[in-house]
Protein backbone atom coordinates (compact mmCIF):
# COMPACT_ATOMS: atom_id res chain seq x y z
CA UNK A 1 0.00 0.00 0.00
CA UNK A 2 1.13 3.33 -1.26
CA UNK A 3 1.09 5.42 2.17
CA UNK A 4 0.41 9.47 2.35
CA UNK A 5 4.15 10.97 2.86
CA UNK A 6 3.66 13.30 6.24
CA UNK A 7 7.28 13.75 7.15
CA UNK A 8 7.84 17.44 6.05
CA UNK A 9 4.28 17.65 7.76
CA UNK A 10 5.35 20.75 10.59
CA UNK A 11 1.51 19.57 12.16
CA UNK A 12 -1.14 17.43 12.17
CA UNK A 13 -3.26 19.99 10.66
CA UNK A 14 -7.39 19.31 11.86
CA UNK A 15 -7.82 15.75 12.50
CA UNK A 16 -10.68 14.34 13.88
CA UNK A 17 -8.89 12.08 17.06
CA UNK A 18 -10.13 10.77 20.08
CA UNK A 19 -9.34 7.22 22.33
CA UNK A 20 -12.39 7.46 23.59
CA UNK A 21 -14.75 4.43 23.54
CA UNK A 22 -17.54 6.12 21.94
CA UNK A 23 -18.43 10.31 22.16
CA UNK A 24 -21.15 11.44 20.37
CA UNK A 25 -19.85 14.33 20.18
CA UNK A 26 -18.62 15.30 16.83
CA UNK A 27 -16.46 18.34 16.99
CA UNK A 28 -12.73 16.40 18.02
CA UNK A 29 -10.40 18.79 16.79
CA UNK A 30 -7.42 19.41 17.86
CA UNK A 31 -3.71 20.46 15.63
CA UNK A 32 -1.08 19.00 16.59
CA UNK A 33 2.44 21.07 16.00
CA UNK A 34 5.43 18.51 15.89
CA UNK A 35 8.86 19.85 17.48
CA UNK A 36 11.25 21.91 16.01
CA UNK A 37 14.51 22.66 16.14
CA UNK A 38 13.90 25.55 18.42
CA UNK A 39 13.27 23.40 21.05
CA UNK A 40 15.93 20.71 20.27
CA UNK A 41 13.10 18.72 18.82
CA UNK A 42 11.82 18.10 22.43
CA UNK A 43 8.05 19.73 22.98
CA UNK A 44 4.78 19.84 21.32
CA UNK A 45 2.05 21.74 21.08
CA UNK A 46 -1.67 21.51 20.67
CA UNK A 47 -4.03 23.57 20.04
CA UNK A 48 -8.09 22.80 21.06
CA UNK A 49 -10.06 25.62 19.66
CA UNK A 50 -13.36 27.10 20.97
CA UNK A 51 -15.91 24.58 20.44
CA UNK A 52 -13.66 21.31 20.47
CA UNK A 53 -14.72 18.30 22.61
CA UNK A 54 -11.55 16.21 22.18
CA UNK A 55 -10.05 14.83 25.24
CA UNK A 56 -7.36 12.41 25.13
CA UNK A 57 -8.46 9.49 26.85
CA UNK A 58 -6.91 8.00 30.32
CA UNK A 59 -3.96 5.98 29.31
CA UNK A 60 -0.10 5.83 31.16
CA UNK A 61 2.98 5.52 30.33
CA UNK A 62 5.57 3.32 31.80
CA UNK A 63 9.01 4.38 30.07
CA UNK A 64 8.64 8.42 30.40
CA UNK A 65 7.44 10.89 32.53
CA UNK A 66 5.52 13.34 30.95
CA UNK A 67 4.94 17.10 31.45
CA UNK A 68 2.53 19.88 30.19
CA UNK A 69 2.47 23.72 30.25
CA UNK A 70 -1.20 25.60 29.06
CA UNK A 71 0.28 28.05 27.66
CA UNK A 72 -3.25 29.72 26.78
CA UNK A 73 -6.69 29.32 27.54
CA UNK A 74 -7.77 26.82 30.48
CA UNK A 75 -7.30 22.49 30.30
CA UNK A 76 -9.03 19.92 32.06
CA UNK A 77 -5.88 17.48 33.31
CA UNK A 78 -6.37 14.20 35.09
CA UNK A 79 -3.53 12.81 37.47
CA UNK A 80 -4.41 9.50 38.84
CA UNK A 81 -8.10 10.22 39.92
CA UNK A 82 -7.42 14.06 40.46
CA UNK A 83 -9.34 16.07 37.71
CA UNK A 84 -7.83 19.57 37.95
CA UNK A 85 -7.97 23.06 35.76
CA UNK A 86 -5.06 24.26 35.01
CA UNK A 87 -4.13 27.79 33.47
CA UNK A 88 -0.60 29.51 32.07
CA UNK A 89 -0.38 30.68 35.73
CA UNK A 90 0.33 26.88 36.97
CA UNK A 91 3.36 26.54 35.20
CA UNK A 92 4.68 22.83 34.45
CA UNK A 93 2.20 19.76 35.25
CA UNK A 94 4.47 16.40 35.87
CA UNK A 95 2.81 13.21 35.33
CA UNK A 96 5.34 10.44 36.79
CA UNK A 97 5.18 7.42 34.77
CA UNK A 98 2.68 4.49 35.91
CA UNK A 99 0.14 7.74 36.61
CA UNK A 100 -3.17 7.48 34.67
CA UNK A 101 -4.01 10.70 33.14
CA UNK A 102 -6.24 12.35 30.64
CA UNK A 103 -6.90 15.74 29.02
CA UNK A 104 -9.49 18.15 27.36
CA UNK A 105 -10.83 21.52 27.20
CA UNK A 106 -12.16 22.97 30.99
CA UNK A 107 -15.38 23.75 28.98
CA UNK A 108 -15.65 20.45 27.39
CA UNK A 109 -19.11 19.94 29.33
CA UNK A 110 -20.45 23.46 29.55
CA UNK A 111 -23.86 24.39 27.66
CA UNK A 112 -23.77 26.51 24.50
CA UNK A 113 -22.72 29.71 24.48
CA UNK A 114 -20.73 29.56 27.95
CA UNK A 115 -17.93 28.43 26.25
CA UNK A 116 -14.24 29.58 26.90
CA UNK A 117 -13.85 32.40 24.44
CA UNK A 118 -9.80 31.26 24.04
CA UNK A 119 -8.33 28.24 21.88
CA UNK A 120 -6.51 26.01 24.58
CA UNK A 121 -3.25 25.42 23.69
CA UNK A 122 -0.57 23.25 25.48
CA UNK A 123 3.13 22.30 25.20
CA UNK A 124 3.86 18.83 26.18
CA UNK A 125 7.51 17.14 26.24
CA UNK A 126 8.99 13.51 27.69
CA UNK A 127 12.09 12.40 30.27
CA UNK A 128 14.12 11.35 28.81
CA UNK A 129 13.46 13.18 25.64
CA UNK A 130 14.80 10.85 22.73
CA UNK A 131 12.40 11.56 19.81
CA UNK A 132 9.38 8.68 20.72
CA UNK A 133 7.19 10.83 21.63
CA UNK A 134 7.39 12.74 18.08
CA UNK A 135 7.27 9.35 16.20
CA UNK A 136 4.23 8.60 18.77
CA UNK A 137 2.35 11.99 17.27
CA UNK A 138 2.81 11.76 14.07
CA UNK A 139 1.61 8.09 13.49
CA UNK A 140 -1.20 8.49 15.53
CA UNK A 141 -2.43 11.12 12.92
CA UNK A 142 -0.48 10.50 10.12
CA UNK A 143 -2.74 6.97 9.78
CA UNK A 144 -5.92 8.57 10.09
CA UNK A 145 -5.27 10.77 6.99
CA UNK A 146 -5.13 7.44 5.66
CA UNK A 147 -7.92 5.96 6.94
CA UNK A 148 -9.13 4.75 3.87
CA UNK A 149 -6.16 2.71 3.41
CA UNK A 150 -6.41 1.23 6.36
CA UNK A 151 -10.26 0.72 6.02
CA UNK A 152 -11.63 -1.05 9.20
CA UNK A 153 -8.09 -1.84 10.45
CA UNK A 154 -7.96 1.40 11.03
CA UNK A 155 -8.88 1.59 14.94
CA UNK A 156 -6.38 -2.18 15.64
CA UNK A 157 -3.43 0.10 13.68
CA UNK A 158 -3.69 3.09 16.13
CA UNK A 159 -4.00 0.93 19.01
CA UNK A 160 -0.85 -0.85 17.54
CA UNK A 161 0.67 2.59 17.59
CA UNK A 162 -0.05 3.02 20.90
CA UNK A 163 0.97 -0.67 22.26
CA UNK A 164 4.49 -0.11 20.86
CA UNK A 165 5.25 3.58 21.93
CA UNK A 166 4.47 3.50 25.56
CA UNK A 167 0.73 4.29 25.48
CA UNK A 168 -1.24 2.03 28.20
CA UNK A 169 -5.10 2.91 27.58
CA UNK A 170 -7.17 2.35 30.81
CA UNK A 171 -9.41 -0.23 30.26
CA UNK A 172 -10.30 -0.94 33.82
CA UNK A 173 -9.89 1.81 36.88
CA UNK A 174 -7.63 0.43 39.97
CA UNK A 175 -4.70 -1.36 40.54
CA UNK A 176 -5.95 -4.42 38.65
CA UNK A 177 -6.18 -2.35 35.04
CA UNK A 178 -2.43 -3.02 34.30
CA UNK A 179 -3.40 -6.85 34.09
CA UNK A 180 -6.41 -6.21 32.04
CA UNK A 181 -3.93 -4.42 29.64
CA UNK A 182 -1.30 -5.83 29.52
CA UNK A 183 -3.15 -9.05 28.96
CA UNK A 184 -5.21 -7.34 26.25
CA UNK A 185 -1.96 -6.32 24.17
CA UNK A 186 -0.18 -9.55 24.15
CA UNK A 187 -3.19 -10.81 22.67
CA UNK A 188 -3.59 -7.99 20.21
CA UNK A 189 -0.33 -7.39 19.07
CA UNK A 190 0.07 -11.20 17.21
CA UNK A 191 -3.28 -10.56 15.56
CA UNK A 192 -2.41 -7.36 14.25
CA UNK A 193 0.80 -8.98 13.23
CA UNK A 194 -1.14 -11.43 11.58
CA UNK A 195 -3.33 -8.85 9.53
CA UNK A 196 -0.40 -7.39 7.82
CA UNK A 197 0.12 -4.40 9.97
CA UNK A 198 2.83 -2.95 11.82
CA UNK A 199 3.27 -0.22 14.14
CA UNK A 200 5.33 2.74 12.27
CA UNK A 201 5.76 3.38 8.67
CA UNK A 202 8.79 5.56 6.49
CA UNK A 203 6.50 7.60 5.01
CA UNK A 204 5.56 8.94 8.58
CA UNK A 205 8.77 9.18 9.94
CA UNK A 206 11.15 11.96 9.08
CA UNK A 207 14.68 10.99 8.30
CA UNK A 208 16.48 12.58 11.23
CA UNK A 209 14.32 9.85 13.15
CA UNK A 210 14.99 7.18 11.37
CA UNK A 211 16.93 5.70 14.17
CA UNK A 212 14.89 6.34 16.08
CA UNK A 213 11.90 4.52 14.35
CA UNK A 214 14.37 1.17 14.17
CA UNK A 215 15.17 0.76 17.73
CA UNK A 216 11.58 1.34 18.68
CA UNK A 217 10.71 -1.41 16.32
CA UNK A 218 13.23 -3.46 17.70
CA UNK A 219 11.58 -3.30 21.21
CA UNK A 220 14.93 -0.90 22.08
CA UNK A 221 14.55 1.96 24.03
CA UNK A 222 16.28 5.05 21.52
CA UNK A 223 18.63 7.03 22.61
CA UNK A 224 18.25 9.84 24.85
CA UNK A 225 18.62 13.76 22.76
CA UNK A 226 21.52 15.73 23.73
Given at each position: ?71 QGRAKIRVGSTWKVYTPNDGE ?51 VVDKEIFGWKLPLQQLLVMMSADGYIEIVPGPA ?50
Open positions: MTLTDTTSHVSSESVALSYNKVDKQSNQDVTMFYPTAETNYRITRAIAPRGSKFQVGAHWHEDYDEYMRVVVKIPRLVVHDLCRADKYAPPGEEDDEDMIIEEWNDPSDGAKEIFFRHIFSVGWYVTHGLYAVLKPVTRLLGLKPFHDAYTPSRLADVKKAMESGAKPKKNA
